[in-house]
Structures are given as C-alpha cells and as structure tokens.
C-alpha cells in the first residue's frame, strides 16, 4: 500500500485484528440477536490500551497517533461494528474534546477513567427536532449560583444509557445562535438526568442510542467543558475527528464484507464450477477491493493530517463521505454475491449490510458532508 506504517502503527494493527478476530468477533452475531451491550470486549479492550488511545501517558492514555488509532478502530469494526460505535464515539469525541478543552483539574478527574475504560463516554447534541442543524436545539443551561440547571431532550445518543459520563450541549445564551451554546460533562446519575427510550435498530444492536432527558438537572459550575458559548465549536471539533472513526468503521465493516464474499465465491459451485471462476463475479470482487483501498486511503491521509496539526476537516468528511457510502455498496454486493443464503443469518453479511447504513446517517449525514466539504473548497483562499 501507498500508505508507509510506521513499525508502532503495523504493531498495533496487528495486535488489534488478532483480539479482534478471536475475542471480539466471537459474540458478535449472538450480540446482534440480543442487543446484550458490549461490555465484557470492552473491559478487554480497556485492558489493551484501546480506550484512551490517543490520550497522553500524562492521563493513563495510549499515547498512540490518529492513524494507529484507525487501524485499531477498523479492526475491531471487522468483527463487531456495535462494538466498534462505542469505542468510536468514547475515543474519537469524547476523550478528545476532552483532551482539548478541559482543565488540567477536569482532565485528572475524568480523562483518567475514561481513558483507563473505567466509565465509557457519550456525546449528546442532537435532539428531537435538531439533527443536521444543531444550532437550532432547544436543551437550555441557566445559570444558579455555582450550578447550571439542564432542561431539554437529547435523542440517538450513542452510548447514552451505558455512558457513565456524558458531554452535553445546550443554550445558555439564546441571542448568541451558536456562540451561546455551551457543553458541559454530566455524570450518568446526576438527579433530573433521565434514561428515556432505546431505539430499536435495524444495526448496531448491541450500541444503545438512547434518549436522554434533563429535567431541572442540576450540574455543577465547574463541570463546563470549554468557556460559556465554545459549546458548538467542541461539538463541530469532536465530529471532526469522529468522522474519521466513522470512515474507520465503515472500512472495518467493508473488509469483513469483502472476505466473506470471496469465502462464499471459493467454497460455491454451480453450473460446474466455483463461482469465483466467472467473470461476472471476478470484476465485483475487484471492484469491492478498490473502492475499499481507496477509503482506506483517505482514512489514513485524513488521520496523518489530523496527526500533523493540519487543518482536516474536510479531509475527515471526505473519509467519512466516501467510506460510508462505499461500505453500503460493497455490502451490498457480498450480500448479492451470497444469493438467497445472504438474506439469511446463517451468514455474516446480511448483518454487516444493517449495520452499515447508518453510516452514510450519523455524525453528520452524507448530505451534510458535502456542504462542509464544499464550504471549505470554496472559501479556500489558495483556490482561483
Ligand atoms: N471546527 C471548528 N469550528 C467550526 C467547525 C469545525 N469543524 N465547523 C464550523 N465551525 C465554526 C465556524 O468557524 C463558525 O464559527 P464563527 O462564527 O466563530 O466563525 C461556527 O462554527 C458556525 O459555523 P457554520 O456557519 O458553518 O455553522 P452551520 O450552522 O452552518 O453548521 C454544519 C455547519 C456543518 C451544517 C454543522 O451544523 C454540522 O456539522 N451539522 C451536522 C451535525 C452532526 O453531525 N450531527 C450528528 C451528531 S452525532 C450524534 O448525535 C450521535 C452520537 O452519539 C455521536
């Protein structure tokens, strides 16, 4: 590949597709069945260093660099995507936004944890009628003595009933749009912090997306991420990053779905002959393994960008954009490649094509990605 590893990155890699492919994938379909949350991988992942992968050794993190990061991301979503959501939105939002706006006082009290996997992390923005414009949410933060009090609905929240903590955005200043947003870090069991409804999805089963209700939730002062109104920039520079675990996901999923499909082609005769013999399906195959290449590619360039201090997010979008979309297509097609044993779950991939389409959905919709990505080129100063 293009892509030069470093000797850490192809070691964790390596390491990573071992646990995940003997310990991860194990549970994965009776997970998906079941919805049972994942909490015994990710004890082991916590284990592994995988929960604080980017966090400085300074805060029990893994020290690792984003592009190690995906690696590991991607191979955790080969065998279990639920499993691999979690990590995702722990690692990528939470830990990170953390990292980059908390004080020195807030980091020792819950980076370290998080990071050591004690308690998982969630990020709540959207809400019931706020999805693809945030700024438009209603969940306001009023200020009482040393406390702000929360009142508003938070929906799809990943991780949100399992989280035991949660970074939550709301208005603490309604005239300021979205510099009048502010994020704050609520601890799961806070009074007026309520786990309301569980989705049930067509994938991802075994990640919760719950609603989260706060009614006159009282926070401490002290636990404000960032100054008053830095709310929507550390929700935008969360999913920045998050977007790239989005892209990891999505590449994760894509290669499960790719090998299975040659598996299938391999072990399948008929009119006399393996199936992988014609043509037909030949230049499927090379057609699912390119397009994968190529989303792996602007994943690792996206992350090696974000690694270098460059400005990534269009980048990240980029990634997030074309990997989700290439992973519903190449799932698609292993699934078709399966004929009527795809449909069924005697097999892995009709799981691998409902636990792919929400990507192209959340941490911004493809539709979304595309208006960042084109703010960006257009106002692109070095452009004509
Ligand atoms: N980094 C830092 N700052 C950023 C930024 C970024 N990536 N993107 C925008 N900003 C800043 C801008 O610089 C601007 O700041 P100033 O006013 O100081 O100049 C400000 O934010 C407003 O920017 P825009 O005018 O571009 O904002 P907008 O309202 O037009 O929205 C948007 C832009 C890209 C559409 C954004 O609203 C967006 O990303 N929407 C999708 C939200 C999303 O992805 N939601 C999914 C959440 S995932 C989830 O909820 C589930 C889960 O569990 C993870």
């Known amino acids: 590949m293009a892509f030069n590893l470093t000797d850490e990155q192809k070691m964790i890699q390596h390491m990573i597709r071992e646990f995940s492919r003997k310990v991860v994938a194990a549970t994965a379909a009776e997970r998906d069945r079941t919805k049972e949350f994942p909490a015994d991988n990710l004890k082991k992942m916590s284990d592994l260093g995988l929960m604080g ?4 050794l300074e805060f ?3 020290a690792a660099d984003t592009v190690g990061y995906v690696l590991a991301l991607s191979e955790i979503a080969y065998s279990c995507a639920s499993t691999a959501v979690v990590m995702s ?5 939470v830990c990170e936004s953390i990292l980059n706006f908390a004080t020195r006082e807030q980091k020792e009290k819950y980076l370290k944890p998080l990071a050591m996997g004690k308690m998982i992390g969630a990020f709540a923005l959207t809400e019931p009628h706020a999805g693809s414009d945030p700024v438009s949410q209603s969940t306001t933060a009023v200020r009482d003595g040393d406390e702000y009090i929360l009142n508003g609905t938070k929906r799809f929240t990943t991780t949100g009933k399992n989280a035991g903590l949660i970074i939550v955005t709301a208005k603490t200043d309604e005239a300021m749009r979205h510099k009048g947003i502010s994020a704050f870090m609520v601890e ?11 989705e049930d999805k067509m994938g991802l089963r075994a990640s919760d997306t719950a609603d989260l209700i706060f009614e006159n939730c009282r926070v401490p002062a002290g636990n404000m991420l960032g100054d008053p109104g830095d709310g929507f920039k550390i929700a935008m520079k969360g999913l920045d990053g998050g977007r790239i675990g989005i892209a990891a996901q999505s590449v994760g999923v894509a290669g499960a779905a790719l090998d299975a499909a040659v598996k299938y082609a391999k072990g399948r005769a008929q009119f006399g002959r393996k199936i992988s013999k014609f043509q037909g399906l030949r230049w499927i195959i090379a057609d699912m393994a390119t397009e994968l290449e190529a989303a792996r590619q602007l994943m690792l360039s996206a ?12 980048q990240a979008s980029m990634a997030k954009l074309f990997a989700s979309e290439m992973v519903n297509r190449v799932t698609a097609k292993a699934l078709q490649m399966h004929g009527g044993y795809g449909f069924t779950k005697d097999y892995p991939v009709e799981r691998f094509y409902r636990d792919a389409r929400v990507f192209t959905i959340y941490e911004g919709t493809s ?4 208006i960042v990505i084109s703010n960006n080129i257009l106002k692109d100063k070095r452009k004509p």
Do not use: C, F
């Open 53 to 56: 992968m980017m966090v400085p």
């Open 60 to 62: 029990d993190g893994s």
């Open 89 to 93: 939105v722990h690692n990528s939002i």
């Open 188 to 198: 799961q069991g806070t009074p007026g912090l309520i786990v309301g409804g569980i």
């Open 303 to 314: 992350a090696a960008m974000k690694d270098r201090g460059e400005n990534y997010t269009a």
């Open 367 to 370: 539709e979304i990605q595309r």
